[in-house]
């Protein structure tokens, strides 16, 4: 089974252009995670909230999560070809085995 | 500082075969995950070790699936009388902590393709 879903399925621009992709889940959450996939490749790490934050940053990105909603959004600012991937995000269910759930991701592509 | 090892990265088999697929975690990492990615989905919870054994195996699609890890290091995620529906990218993740989750890290996955 799936908690997350992402929102959209795929998304193409530019480079030098913002990408926003959202993920909605349906439990309680201790943290909500973001992994990026090159095709074929293994998942990185990308980033990590927890349940009583409300935004980080690292680099280029940017992540918010809303609880009451339950969802999220993952920004890339200032996208580049190499960020080209699929990116998925991951919870970790309140009481859960502290085993992460992905959802289907969202596949960028940027177009030099 | 080696990574997440998984092998083989490619295994073409039957249908009707055994098949046993290897993962190689961090040093020192107590937890280890199993996943299975089939084509344009995301990861699908299988199997999840702390130490040796399995804390959580709600995952495994059938009794034909099993996962083993009898050192509390490397684990093998073991398929009896494949079908051609157990073609995918078998991932395994490996995590320094028990407890909340943190951050995995995962291999490169071993492609399973089933004729």
């Known amino acids: 089974s799936q908690q997350g879903e992402e929102d959209p399925q795929a998304l193409s621009i530019q480079e030098g252009e913002n990408a926003t992709m959202n993920c909605s889940y349906k439990?309680?959450?201790?943290?909500l995670q973001w992994y990026r996939q090159n095709s074929g490749r293994g998942l990185v790490h990308l980033i990590l909230?927890?349940?009583?934050?409300r935004e980080k940053h690292s680099g280029r990105l940017r992540v918010t999560l809303d609880t009451s909603k339950k969802s999220s959004s993952l920004l890339i600012t200032a996208s580049r070809a190499a960020d080209t991937a699929s990116y998925f995000c991951a919870t970790d269910e309140t009481g859960g085995y502290n085993k992460l759930i992905f959802g289907a991701g969202t596949r960028l592509a940027v177009h030099p | 500082g080696a990574g997440v090892s998984q092998t083989p990265s490619n295994k073409v088999t039957e249908k009707g075969k055994y098949v046993e697929l290897r993962c190689d975690p961090i040093s020192g990492h107590t937890a280890l995950y199993w996943y299975r990615q089939s084509l344009g989905q995301g990861p699908e919870f299988l199997i999840y070790f702390q130490g040796t054994g399995a804390a959580d195996d709600s995952g495994l699609p059938n009794d034909r699936f099993f996962a083993v890890r009898p050192e509390g290091s490397v684990s093998t995620l073991k398929i009896q009388r494949t079908e051609r529906g157990d073609s995918a990218m078998y991932l395994c993740?490996?995590?320094?902590?028990?407890?909340?989750?943190?951050?995995?890290?995962f291999g490169e996955g071993s492609r399973l393709t089933v004729l």
């Open positions: 909230i927890r349940s009583n934050e």
């Open positions: 993740a490996s995590s320094p902590m028990g407890g909340v989750a943190g951050e995995l890290f």
């Open positions: 439990t309680s959450i201790n943290n």
